[in-house]
T-cell receptor
């Protein structure tokens, strides 16, 4: 299996622009998670899906953030409009069940100027 | 009180020695416990999972869980310079909760 795939790996954009991050989970995994990692706050869960349905989005910082999972093999995290404080590494992870190990993608390093 | 607490380090250990990493958690009904290793600029990589009290060994790694004390640890035997990384403790909630809560991580340096 190819593991969790994320794109792009790096994104540099200007404040106010729309940013879309993409994730392909491991085939057969029912759960998909979006995390954000910064030096100050560590690794934070933003939102997670079970069978393509958003279950808990309480970690989404503001209405500027939205996430979708139109099918079992694809999810997006969108930031509109982006702000410099959104600069972070965004990870996508997937797991077979809720209590199983989560496997992380390589991450997207986002820089908002 | 943070849900998952780790000593942020840095923890410095000589090559060949045992590195001991500790983690405490606040949710008494937590059911699943994980240790991830993260190299600088890379994503977290799962190295150990443990679900019941006691020890679980995998090669040079041993995870220890004590639910009564709400404590989980990771021992690395025969430490190698390649073990230098940040180690993240992660805990899932109990009672049907499905989130994975991460500690801040302990930065480990193995000195040759």
């Amino acid at each position: 299996d190819a593991g969790v795939i994320q794109s792009p790996r790096h994104e540099v954009t200007e404040m106010g622009q729309e940013v879309t991050l993409r994730c392909k989970p491991i085939s057969g995994h029912d759960y998909l998670f979006w995390y954000r990692q910064t030096m100050m706050r560590g690794l934070e869960l933003l939102i997670y899906f079970n069978n393509n349905v958003p279950i808990d989005d309480s970690g989404m910082p503001e209405d500027r953030f939205s996430a979708k999972m139109p099918n079992a093999s694809f999810s997006t995290l969108k930031i509109q409009p982006s702000e410099p404080r959104d600069s972070a590494v965004y990870f996508c992870a997937s797991s077979l069940t809720s209590y199983n190990e989560q496997f992380f993608g390589p991450g997207t390093r986002l820089t908002v100027l | 009180q943070k849900e998952v607490e780790q000593n942020s380090g840095p923890l410095s250990v000589p090559e060949g020695a045992i590195a001991s990493l500790n983690c405490t958690y606040s949710d008494r009904v937590s059911q699943s416990f994980f240790w991830y290793r993260q190299y600088s600029g890379k994503s977290p990589e799962l190295i150990m999972s443990i679900y019941s009290n006691g020890d679980k060994e995998d090669g040079r790694f041993t995870a220890q869980l004590n639910k009564a004390s709400q404590y989980v640890s990771l021992l690395i035997r025969d430490s190698q310079p390649s073990d230098s990384a940040t180690y993240l403790c992660a805990v899932t909630g109990g009672g049907g909760a499905q989130k994975l809560v991460f500690g801040q991580g302990t930065r480990l340096t193995i000195n040759p």
